[in-house]
């Protein structure tokens, strides 16, 4: 409500879920027993879980009562046009391909249009964006305007394309490019949005080199929020519209339903080109499931259907940035520093800042991840060199930031677990300077933050 300073959740409680506490000695315990990877942990053993907000959020009444419609028919089922039909209500594609999750997605796209030589620009891609490219032999490039690599740096969109560095990129790798994606918001530089203007440019870049252009759209509902708070022009529309308009000026896109489709599990692949469609079509046979399931139950189907509608509503998004916004500025009282201004789903502590006696190959996010953990129970997740740093012909180099980011599931969480997690936040911050790096012990070859094994050093 405007003019009041309570943040109050558009929602009532029907039902509630228990946590646990434990102690301290309990928690050094369980991060030494998973070599300090907080993946590993047992959830019940977290208090408050900021580790993602990809399928951690909780359903509405009229999400469950769809399941309880769901058709769990082979092929052709009513949940399956359901889904389409509010798929293409905000993104209006010729094609809708239901995957388990956004991964799926990406892996059949990457595998029909990725392979050796190519190359992939994005603004930035994320984790298992870039590992999808990489696997299919691509090279996936990160194309960010230089202000998101200042984290104290105010620029309201600071997800943007840079267009320079992107015809540049268009120009020496012409013919080599099959795509151009653009993630929104873009999670690995701290949640930030990119502006209608800015997706505007890019798709005339893109036409001028013939090259298609493609959304990592989870969470285009936040992104069209922030659009429409900060970007002339915009401030009274709705924001359905805007969410047309930034698919209207896309080809296609891949979606996780786990984030702004405010599901538990399940994606898309959405595309013009027909040929294109048919030839993921065959894969997602292959790897998924049939055309109209794709690897989900036709409850699912329902669940994201009106998750789609849910989403875009004005309260429940004014609620949602509004609270994420509150946990920022309670740790900027607390001198804590973070990615500003503040996005959607998270908010990132910028931890080479608040540790710089950590050098960044000793990963400072993933100290200031375990100590908040051990200090209060409270799960983040390392989003720096950790994730990024390892190059596919095996170099280490540090990656552009070291974030810890505290993602904010949708609809979990009340304004008192925030204030906890803010004062946990504030001990950690306290005794930053005494904080010590980590080395890796064991790493698989691809995505190893998921399953590293860590020492602190």
């Not at 388990?100 to 620009?121: D, N, W, Y």
């Not at 600071?158 to 013919?175: C, Q, V, Y």
């Amino acid at each position: 409500m405007n003019g009041y300073r309570t943040i109050i959740e558009p929602f009532r409680i029907k039902s509630v879920e228990p946590i646990r506490l434990t102690t301290v000695e309990e928690r050094a315990e369980k991060l030494r027993a998973v070599g300090y990877n907080l993946f590993g942990l047992h959830s019940d053993d977290v208090l408050v879980d900021l580790l993602t907000d990809s399928g951690t959020g909780a359903m509405s009444a009229e999400q469950w009562a769809g399941i309880q419609r769901g058709d769990e028919s082979y092929a052709g089922s009513p949940s399956w046009y359901r889904f389409e039909a509010a798929v293409k209500e905000l993104f209006p594609f010729r094609h809708v391909i239901p995957t388990h999750q956004g991964r799926a997605a990406e892996k059949i796209l990457f595998s029909v249009i990725g392979g050796s030589g190519k190359v992939i620009p994005s603004n930035t891609h994320f984790d298992t964006t870039r590992a999808n490219v990489e696997h299919s032999g691509a090279e996936a490039i990160d194309l960010v305007i230089g202000e998101a690599r200042i984290p104290s740096n105010q620029h309201p969109f600071k997800g943007n394309m840079d267009l320079g560095r992107l015809e540049s990129a268009l120009t020496e790798h012409r013919g080599k490019v099959p795509v151009v994606f653009v993630t929104v918001t873009n999670n690995s530089g701290g949640g930030q949005p990119v502006s209608l203007e800015n997706l505007r440019a890019t798709r005339k870049i893109c036409d001028r080199f013939s090259v298609p252009l493609f959304l990592d759209a989870c969470r285009f509902a936040e992104n069209a929020w922030l659009i429409r708070e900060r970007e002339p022009g915009q401030h009274e529309r709705a924001v359905p519209d805007i969410v047309r308009d930034m698919a209207a000026l896309a080809d296609g896109m891949t979606m996780s339903a786990k984030k702004d489709g405010l599901a538990n599990i399940g994606g898309w692949l959405a595309v013009n080109d027909d040929e294109l469609a048919r030839r993921c079509r065959e894969l997602l046979i292959l790897t998924e499931g049939f055309p109209t399931y794709g690897g989900l139950a036709g409850r699912d189907l329902e669940a994201i259907a009106i998750g789609l509608r849910e989403v875009v509503d004005h309260d429940y998004l004014r609620y949602r940035l509004r609270a994420t916004a509150y946990l920022g500025e309670q740790l900027r009282a607390a001198g804590i520093p973070i990615v500003e201004p503040v996005g959607g789903h998270a908010v990132y502590i910028d931890a080479r800042a608040l540790c710089p006696q950590i050098e960044p190959l000793q990963y400072p996010g993933q100290a200031v991840a375990t100590a908040l953990y051990l200090e209060g129970g409270v799960r983040g997740c390392e989003i720096g060199t950790v994730m990024f740093g390892r190059r596919p012909d095996g170099r280490e180099v540090p990656a552009m930031l070291d974030l810890v980011r505290l993602a904010i599931p949708r609809r979990v969480y009340t304004q008192s677990h925030v204030d906890f997690v803010a004062e946990v936040a504030a001990k950690v911050a306290a005794r930053a300077p005494q904080l010590k790096g980590f080395r890796i012990e064991s790493e698989p070859a691809s995505l190893r933050h998921f399953t590293a094994r860590f020492a602190p050093l």
